[in-house]
């Protein structure tokens, strides 16, 4: 039976959509700086359509919105990169006796409660560290060279995409504007009002969670900032900050900033001290943005169910790397207003409808 005219239609459009997936997949590594740009772009056109209305030039305001950004970038590896290369001095010279003191209050503890001898090898804990950390005191831009001399693959790729993303960032935002009005146009003129509603959706639901979440980790990095400060933090300003941006990530990135800042307290405030500061501070910013900062600000309509941000973290991260780590939320919140879309439409549908026996 010959295929209709309308069949030979889906067919090959069908197989142009699989072959742009594939090649998409294909190109994953290649694309990596294509695509960050394009969600610079989108993050930063608000910004440079602002500076429009105030009738700046578009080529001056993106030239201007571009520079913050960089600007920006450039104050936060400024403020991290201190504190790395510090922080690892103070691992490698005081680590391995904090960890000889932790042991030798946690044994005779673990053998009170439980009743075992448990023997702990101190001394092979610290040669351990030692050996660990041996180097990580020296200089950051020197062992980025000696990666660099060994893999000059990785490093080239690392260069490329670091000088393509600005360049590619400045040529979308320039034509942002004729861009998306030219990829909506490709949209078929019968599906145009319901994916202009679901884009319209989708647009806002980013909006509200990029400006509510761009709040909460400012306001945590004040509040980390000052509070371990008064706790008599010497690295209290970029413990503080980084302890903020990390936010961005989902309980991992609370985590994370804890981990860094329980091992700076124990080392400079003492083992049982330092802890208990960090427990403190962190847990109130914990309940604190659980119970309020993250309902008021970024609202509650972004709110996912913690498997489904464990599993978001997991599935972006494996298909797009660190990069799918940072987006996963926002990447997970999309994905929820499509999935809300669908669980509709199937509702709605005759299939669904159907009574039994029809």
Request: a neutral charge.
């Given at each position: 039976m010959p295929f209709t005219a309308r069949q030979r239609q889906t067919l090959l459009w069908t197989g142009v959509g699989a072959l742009f997936v594939w090649a998409?997949?294909?190109?994953?590594?290649?694309?990596?700086?294509?695509?960050?740009?394009?969600?610079?772009?989108?993050?930063?056109?608000?910004?440079?359509?602002?500076?429009?209305?105030?009738r700046v030039p578009r080529l001056v305001a993106v030239v201007l919105a571009i520079s913050l950004a960089l600007l920006a970038l450039l104050a936060l590896v400024l403020i991290l990169v201190p504190i790395v290369q510090k922080e690892f001095g103070l691992i490698r010279s005081e680590l391995?006796?904090?960890?000889?003191?932790?042991?030798?209050?946690?044994?005779?503890?673990?053998?009170?409660?439980?009743?075992?001898?448990?023997?702990?090898?101190?001394?092979?804990?610290?040669?351990?560290?030692?050996?660990?950390?041996?180097?990580?005191?020296?200089?950051?831009?020197?062992?980025?060279?000696?990666?660099?001399?060994?893999?000059?693959?990785?490093?080239?790729?690392?260069?490329?995409?670091l000088f393509l993303v600005p360049v590619v960032l400045f040529y979308l935002l320039a034509d942002w504007p004729e861009i998306t009005g030219r990829t909506r146009d490709l949209i078929p003129p019968r599906w145009k009002p319901e994916i202009d509603a679901l884009l319209g959706e989708t647009?806002?639901?980013?909006?509200?969670?990029?400006?509510?979440?761009?709040?909460?980790?400012?306001?945590?990095?004040?509040?980390?900032?000052v509070a371990l400060l008064v706790a008599g933090f010497e690295l209290w300003l970029p413990i503080g900050v980084l302890s903020g941006l990390l936010?961005?990530?989902?309980?991992?990135?609370?985590?994370?900033?804890?981990?860094?800042?329980?091992?700076?307290?124990?080392?400079?405030?003492?083992?049982?001290?330092?802890?208990?500061?960090?427990?403190?501070?962190?847990?109130?910013?914990?309940?604190?943005?659980?119970?309020?900062?993250?309902?008021?600000?970024?609202?509650?309509r972004i709110g996912l169910h913690p498997v489904a941000v464990i599993f978001a973290l997991l599935a972006f991260g494996a298909l797009f790397g660190f990069v799918g780590v940072l987006l996963a939320l926002p990447l997970a919140a999309i994905t929820a207003v499509g999935l809300r879309r669908l669980r509709q439409a199937w509702v709605d549908s005759d299939f669904y409808r159907r009574e039994q026996g029809q």
């Amino acid at each position: 039976m010959p295929f209709t005219a309308r069949q030979r239609q889906t067919l090959l459009w069908t197989g142009v959509g699989a072959l742009f997936v594939w090649a998409l997949i294909a190109l994953g590594q290649v694309l990596t700086p294509f695509v960050a740009a394009a969600i610079l772009a989108y993050v930063l056109s608000p910004l440079v359509a602002a500076m429009q209305r105030r009738r700046v030039p578009r080529l001056v305001a993106v030239v201007l919105a571009i520079s913050l950004a960089l600007l920006a970038l450039l104050a936060l590896v400024l403020i991290l990169v201190p504190i790395v290369q510090k922080e690892f001095g103070l691992i490698r010279s005081e680590l391995p006796g904090l960890v000889a003191t932790i042991t030798g209050r946690v044994q005779p503890w673990l053998e009170r409660i439980s009743g075992l001898s448990i023997q702990l090898d101190a001394a092979s804990i610290r040669e351990w560290l030692a050996a660990q950390f041996a180097d990580s005191g020296e200089d950051v831009l020197a062992a980025l060279f000696g990666y660099a001399k060994t893999g000059w693959g990785a490093a080239l790729q690392v260069i490329g995409t670091l000088f393509l993303v600005p360049v590619v960032l400045f040529y979308l935002l320039a034509d942002w504007p004729e861009i998306t009005g030219r990829t909506r146009d490709l949209i078929p003129p019968r599906w145009k009002p319901e994916i202009d509603a679901l884009l319209g959706e989708t647009d806002a639901l980013l909006g509200q969670y990029l400006r509510g979440q761009m709040l909460v980790m400012l306001t945590l990095a004040v509040w980390f900032s000052v509070a371990l400060l008064v706790a008599g933090f010497e690295l209290w300003l970029p413990i503080g900050v980084l302890s903020g941006l990390l936010i961005f990530i989902p309980y991992i990135g609370f985590a994370l900033g804890f981990l860094f800042a329980a091992i700076a307290g124990m080392l400079q405030l003492g083992p049982l001290a330092g802890f208990v500061s960090v427990a403190v501070i962190y847990g109130i910013a914990q309940v604190a943005e659980s119970t309020w900062l993250t309902p008021r600000l970024v609202g509650e309509r972004i709110g996912l169910h913690p498997v489904a941000v464990i599993f978001a973290l997991l599935a972006f991260g494996a298909l797009f790397g660190f990069v799918g780590v940072l987006l996963a939320l926002p990447l997970a919140a999309i994905t929820a207003v499509g999935l809300r879309r669908l669980r509709q439409a199937w509702v709605d549908s005759d299939f669904y409808r159907r009574e039994q026996g029809q």
